[in-house]
Structures are given as C-alpha cells and as structure tokens.
C-alpha cells in the first residue's frame, strides 16, 4: 500500500515550537517514502478552537516549504461520518450512553476505593455500562473489553512504535471504558481521529510522544469498525521551562517563520538534524535523505551528515 501520512493541528492557536517538530517529522518521514502528506484541521473542540488559527496554521507551514498534498480536511464537516460509526458501535453493543458528570465518576471513583491522582487519568468505574438507572444520557461511551460477552475481562492492547518499540497498555484497568461522544454533544478526539485516518487512507502516523497513550484506545476502535491500523511513530517533545510539555497551556510563544530556515533547524534540533545549508528548500532536501537512511536502519539516532558531533 502506498504511504500516507498526515499532520493533524488542533485550531486553538498557531504553531509553537513543540507542534512545528511534529509537523515537519511527518513531512520527512512522508517525503522519505515517497508518499503523500496531508494536513487535518481537528477542530471538533468547538469551544477551544480561536478564529483564524487554522489559516495561521496553514500559512506557517507553507512558509517553510510544508504543504499538504491535498485540500486539507476540516473535522467540522465530518458530523455524519462520526455519526455513522457510532451507530455502528451501538448496534455491535460496543457502545452505550452514559449520564456521569465528572463529579459523578470522582464520588464512584472514591466510594470503590479506587486510588486516582489529581493529574492522572480518571479510570471509569463502569457507572451506565448496565443502563442509565433514571438518568439522561450525557455521554457515549465503548466499553473496553475484549469481547462484548465478557465486558468485565481485561483488554490489553499491544503495538511497536517504530521508534519507542514495542508498547502495551491495558486499557480497561488504566483508562477503563472511554468517551466518544462527549457530554456537550461535541465528538471526541479518539473517535474522530480513526475515522478520519481511515478514510484518508493514512498508513503512518507520526506525531509527539505526548500522544502514544491514546493509541491503545484508537487500536480498539480501528479493531471494532474493521478498519485498517497505521503504523506509529512518536517523535521526542519539547519541553518548555517548567520541564513541561511545551504548549499553548504553559506559555509557548506563537513560532515566527519569517526565517524559514532558522526555523526548520530549530525544529530539527530534538529530532537529530543539525546540517548546514543556504535555503530552507536545500536544508529540506538534506533533511529527507537523511531521515530516508536513518530509517533504513530503524532507529532515530543520528548519524554523522545529518547530525552535529
């Protein structure tokens, strides 16, 4: 099959450093297989999404010589297919509503017994997986189970990621059965995100590390639509002051591309590709040969041309 990928931004501000590595980490690798690279607006977080972001976006790509292969995809167009596949869901009986306000899984949560740090994940405790008990539906939720008959048992899900290796999560014991249609009515990430590869036609996603804990989740669902799996690859964050994930959330600065090629050096830096050229257009395609025999050997190290000593 021949290679697809994709950058997929979130609309809620333009591009800072961290996204910018992950930007041009899928183009490379794209470029290196000779495949296709597209660009998705994932704008179904109405609410968080700042008018004018995505254009920002875009024109911040295109000035460093990243430009999608096709007219990008705007997941506010894409309400029926997300539609569809939940319907497929509850018919299968994978998917059912839930009436918990986070409140409502916080108290559960706590009268189980069940420990939950302030940051971590909020493991549903299965509160509506057995009906609503007089509530009205607020959320959509797929069990995380390995088979509708045993929606107790464990599922765990394992994957390689071409370069953090191989990965397992068990994700009815660390995320337990999760979202796909939120409460506000809006679709959630995990959903939208597998449909929308799929009919792209996305064959490889890569993207910052800071997401590899969704992937077990998107597995699931690509498994129970019947739709085909991607490779993965997650590349190393960029890490603000605070040793945090650089973001919008922590102060990250909007990414000034008036120099593209400073700018794609900087990039460049956390994934190992540190080269001397005179354009940004020469600077890229030093890049791509270099990611091409990196990935030849199946590891991000660096090796002497692409990287400083």
């Known amino acids: 099959m021949a290679y697809t990928g994709r950058f997929a931004p979130s ?9 910018m590595v992950a930007a041009l980490a899928s183009w490379l690798d794209a470029r290196a297989h000779g ?15 700042v008018p004018g972001a995505a254009e920002r976006i875009l024109r911040q790509l295109a000035d460093c010589g990243l430009r999608s292969d096709a007219t990008p995809l705007w997941q506010s167009t894409r309400d029926a297919a997300y ?19 986070r409140r409502d899984l916080l108290r559960a949560v706590e009268d189980g017994g069940i420990h939950h740090s302030r940051h971590g994940e909020l493991v549903y405790p299965g509160t509506c997986r057995w009906g609503l008990r007089g509530r009205p539906a607020r959320a959509a939720r797929v069990l995380a189970a390995p088979s509708v008959n045993r929606p ?10 071409r370069r953090l290796g191989r990965l397992v999560q068990e994700v009815s014991r660390e995320v337990g059965d999760f979202v796909v249609r939120r409460a506000d009515g809006l679709w959630a990430y995990q959903l939208a995100v597998v449909v929308d590869d799929a009919a792209q ?18 597995v699931h669902l ?5 739709l085909p799996t991607p490779r993965y690859l997650h590349t190393p964050l960029v890490l603000g002051a605070d040793g945090e994930k650089l973001s919008k959330q922590n102060g990250a600065l909007e990414l000034d591309t008036a120099q593209p090629l400073q700018t794609l ?39 002497s041309e692409c990287a400083s000593e």
């Open 11 to 19: 609309p809620t501000g333009p591009l800072h450093a961290g996204s």
């Open 201 to 218: 036609g996305v064959t490889d996603v890569v993207r910052g590390e800071d997401l590899a804990d969704n992937t077990a989740r998107q």
């Open 152 to 161: 107790d048992a464990m599922l765990e899900i394992a994957w390689t990621d």
């Open 35 to 49: 495949g296709r690279w597209l660009v998705r607006i994932e704008d179904v977080d109405v609410p968080r999404t």
């Open 265 to 303: 050096r900087s990039a460049g830096g956390p994934l190992a590709l540190d080269h001397e050229a005179a354009t940004a257009g020469e600077w890229l395609t030093t890049a791509v040969a270099c990611w091409r025999d990196r990935w030849a050997g199946g590891t991000l190290e660096g090796n």
């Open 222 to 226: 690509q498994r129970l639509l019947g």
């Open 83 to 101: 539609a569809s596949a939940l319907e497929r869901l509850v018919a299968a009986g994978w998917a059912y509503p839930c009436g918990c306000s």
